[in-house]
């Protein structure tokens, strides 16, 4: 019994001797206060990895009613590569002009592309099955050093975010999701010391984006629950660097071999390279946390109060830690895992810079696991309650981010980055209603065939990519779309259809035009020019016979519209104004419409009536030149009317 009395005061000495210097009984510190961790229970009884899961439910609800998983723009890139052009080469972009990145790309678009055609809400529904097991692997990371509840929290933090959906919806943003995905899986192995299963995820994610570059660097220092000697972080930091050094070498020259740069010129515009390192990272980290908390990239309505009560929760637990001593222990005891939260987000943010004007707002997914631990371990040492709050905040933003697109609108939201969820979810239900449109009357096309397209919403032709959209759609590379110019120029080319987009909102957008009735109504406007009116009406009234499909408004609105002109130029004013007005009601932005209203009106007098029905044609279309005319006509007999009702009224005599 004495030699355990003895030893174990000299185990109690040398602890004092490590802690520092030995206090007396009288004068010591309080005890430090400690939380001990209960085990986690099994996963499938833990509340709290559930609860980090099913984040990803909200994000999910709230992007119902999008086009989920449809292919748009740079998808038939790589769509194209991998079912059409049948190279399966891994060293070049995939159908990227711009980056290597051979698992997001050219393995992901080969395995999941023609399930992506066929069911495109199955890729939907595998984005949010990935989310969901990268949030439970950062929980699982965490769980070792912190509560249930904060762990929980800091791995829903990045899914809470508006740019998440775009993410589920839209399948280009496979980088990113392979990005968090594959860095989840490394730091959940590095945080249970298994150095080759960390650096196969690391390498996974490393093909999938350069980004995750920051992975590599942040590995080795990934705070554990027992502590770890120098010479293991010298070679986990090492293991690191030589994977990067390895995946760089082949990055640099199968990009230099395939002659791959970045987009707009971002490495060679002088203008954008004389932006001060500064302000491109000033950038980066402003938007990145404007789209953390899911605020768009203008200014809104809300920024003020989302950003004051951030700051406000950020605030209190600051003053919470720094007045209570039991904050302060417990900040301390968490310092590790927030101080290296900041890191990875700093680093994340740098490298962000690099695209700088360009800004996506999903790439923010991958800086937020960090932005999420530093938060968390903050706020929850302050008190739970915090943590909470900031929860609600986040989840309150994010609900208040705009709703799917029910409809696609003539113009693209102004609001958002170019790649926002509200956009992409516009340019996806185009690609949808188009595709539909062609296989429910056409279910193939012969080869060689030639599609038109008319009428299609601004900002939107892009995300065809070329007639790259219709080859993917149909599997033959022959395929062809024809803009409208092109038709207009040479209206002998064979068309199978044209697929006209409907401005009005409705269940169906697209509908489908002869070419025939397209090529009677070009004949029939070449006669108004001429002033061959009989023959134009005769041209009209076949358009308007051999057009089959009831949903081709604009196309009606155009005959009517036109048809209009012709009677005001045969002098039949109420005929020509009562064709007018109808169509006007067949399609709102109807230029000829409004411009044989003008017409009439100018003929009969009412310039003011006239003024306002030409300032209508001009907003459709402000390059149409016959109504630029008009205008000027009205102008000069609004100014002489002017003039002369000046000239008839007698001067004012003396009081």
């Given at each position: 019994m004495k030699r355990e009395r003895g030893s174990s005061r000299n185990e109690r000495e040398k602890a004092g001797h490590r802690g520092g210097t030995r206090s007396a009984p009288?004068?010591?510190?309080?005890?430090?206060?400690?939380?001990?961790?209960?085990?986690?229970?099994?996963?499938?009884?833990?509340?709290?990895?559930?609860?980090?899961?099913?984040?990803?439910?909200?994000?999910?609800?709230?992007?119902?009613?999008?086009?989920?998983?449809?292919?748009?723009?740079?998808?038939?890139?790589?769509?194209?590569?991998?079912?059409?052009?049948?190279?399966?080469?891994?060293?070049?972009?995939?159908?990227?002009?711009?980056?290597?990145?051979?698992?997001?790309?050219?393995?992901?678009?080969?395995?999941?592309?023609?399930?992506?055609?066929?069911?495109?809400?199955?890729?939907?529904?595998?984005?949010?099955?990935?989310?969901?097991?990268?949030?439970?692997?950062?929980?699982?990371?965490?769980?070792?050093?912190?509560?249930?509840?904060?762990?929980?929290?800091?791995?829903?933090?990045?899914?809470?975010?508006?740019?998440?959906?775009?993410?589920?919806?839209?399948?280009?943003?496979?980088?990113?999701?392979?990005?968090?995905?594959?860095?989840?899986?490394?730091?959940?192995?590095?945080?249970?010391?298994?150095?080759?299963?960390?650096?196969?995820?690391?390498?996974?994610?490393?093909?999938?984006?350069?980004?995750?570059?920051?992975?590599?660097?942040?590995?080795?220092?990934?705070?554990?629950?027992?502590?770890?000697?120098?010479?293991?972080?010298?070679?986990?930091?090492?293991?690191?660097?030589?994977?990067?050094?390895?995946?760089?070498?082949?990055?640099?020259?199968?990009?230099?071999?395939?002659?791959?740069?970045?987009?707009?010129?971002?490495?060679?515009?002088?203008?954008?390279?004389?932006?001060?390192?500064?302000?491109?990272?000033?950038?980066?980290?402003?938007?990145?946390?404007?789209?953390?908390?899911?605020?768009?990239?203008?200014?809104?309505?809300?920024?003020?109060?989302?950003?004051?009560?951030?700051?406000?929760?950020?605030?209190?637990?600051?003053?919470?830690?720094?007045?209570?001593?039991?904050?302060?222990?417990?900040?301390?005891?968490?310092?590790?895992?927030?101080?290296?939260?900041?890191?990875?987000?700093?680093?994340?943010?740098?490298?962000?810079?690099?695209?700088?004007?360009?800004?996506?707002?999903?790439?923010?997914?991958?800086?937020?696991?960090?932005?999420?631990?530093?938060?968390?371990?903050?706020?929850?040492?302050?008190?739970?309650?915090?943590?909470?709050?900031?929860?609600?905040?986040?989840?309150?933003?994010?609900?208040?981010?705009?709703?799917p697109p029910r409809d696609v609108r003539i113009l693209a939201p102004e609001h958002g980055a170019f790649t926002d969820f509200e956009r992409i979810g516009r340019l996806q239900r185009l690609m949808r209603d188009t595709r539909d449109a062609l296989a429910k009357r056409y279910p193939t096309l012969p080869r060689g065939g030639r599609v038109g397209l008319s009428h299609l919403p601004r900002v939107a032709e892009y995300a065809f990519e070329g007639s790259r959209s219709l080859q993917v759609w149909y599997r033959d590379s022959t395929l062809r779309w024809v803009r409208p110019s092109e038709f207009m120029a040479h209206p002998e080319l064979p068309l199978v259809t044209i697929a006209e987009f409907e401005l009005a909102s409705g269940p169906r957008q697209v509908a489908l035009l002869e070419a025939e009735a397209q090529r009677s109504f070009i004949a029939a406007f070449d006669d108004i020019r001429a002033s061959r009116y009989p023959a134009a009406l005769a041209k009209l009234a076949r358009a308007d016979s051999l057009a089959r499909d009831p949903a081709a408004l604009v196309f009606a609105g155009q005959v009517a519209g036109v048809r209009a002109i012709a009677l005001a130029g045969m002098n039949r004013f109420e005929a020509a104004e009562l064709e007018g007005r109808r169509a006007c009601m067949l399609w709102r932005g109807n230029t000829y419409g409004h411009h044989a209203l003008a017409y009439v009106a100018f003929r009969e007098g009412k310039l003011a009536a006239a003024e306002a029905e030409v300032d209508s044609a001009l907003g459709a279309d402000p390059t149409y030149a016959a109504a630029l005319a008009l205008r000027d006509a009205i102008m000069r007999a609004a100014a002489a009317a002017l003039a002369d009702s000046t000239r008839a009224t007698p001067p004012p005599g003396r009081p």
């Open positions: 009288g004068n010591r510190p309080p005890p430090a206060v400690r939380h001990p961790l209960a085990p986690a229970p099994p996963l499938w009884r833990d509340p709290w990895a559930w609860a980090s899961v099913l984040a990803v439910i909200p994000v999910v609800l709230h992007a119902l009613g999008a086009p989920l998983g449809e292919p748009a723009a740079e998808d038939f890139d790589f769509l194209h590569r991998a079912l059409l052009e049948h190279r399966h080469t891994l060293l070049d972009g995939g159908g990227s002009l711009a980056f290597w990145r051979p698992l997001s790309h050219q393995v992901y678009y080969l395995l999941f592309g023609p399930l992506m055609l066929a069911h495109p809400r199955a890729i939907a529904a595998i984005h949010v099955l990935a989310l969901g097991v990268g949030s439970l692997l950062i929980y699982r990371m965490l769980r070792g050093t912190w509560p249930g509840y904060a762990a929980a929290a800091a791995a829903a933090f990045p899914l809470l975010a508006d740019s998440t959906r775009t993410i589920i919806t839209w399948p280009t943003h496979s980088v990113d999701l392979g990005s968090f995905f594959f860095s989840a899986i490394a730091l959940h192995e590095a945080a249970r010391r298994r150095l080759p299963t960390s650096l196969a995820a690391l390498l996974a994610a490393l093909l999938c984006k350069e980004v995750n570059v920051v992975t590599a660097l942040m590995l080795p220092w990934v705070p554990r629950a027992a502590p770890t000697d120098r010479r293991t972080r010298v070679r986990w930091a090492g293991a690191s660097l030589a994977l990067v050094a390895l995946w760089a070498v082949a990055y640099l020259a199968i990009r230099r071999h395939a002659g791959l740069e970045l987009p707009h010129g971002l490495e060679r515009d002088p203008a954008l390279l004389a932006t001060p390192i500064p302000a491109r990272l000033a950038w980066a980290a402003w938007n990145s946390v404007r789209a953390i908390f899911s605020l768009a990239l203008a200014p809104g309505r809300w920024d003020i109060a989302v950003g004051a009560a951030v700051a406000g929760l950020i605030a209190i637990a600051l003053a919470g830690v720094g007045l209570g001593a039991r904050g302060r222990q417990r900040l301390r005891a968490g310092a590790p895992w927030t101080l290296w939260g900041l890191a990875w987000f700093g680093a994340a943010g740098c490298t962000l810079a690099t695209i700088y004007p360009l800004w996506a707002p999903a790439r923010t997914l991958y800086g937020s696991i960090g932005l999420g631990i530093a938060l968390a371990g903050l706020l929850s040492a302050a008190h739970p309650a915090l943590l909470a709050s900031l929860l609600v905040v986040k989840l309150a933003a994010f609900g208040l981010s705009p709703s």
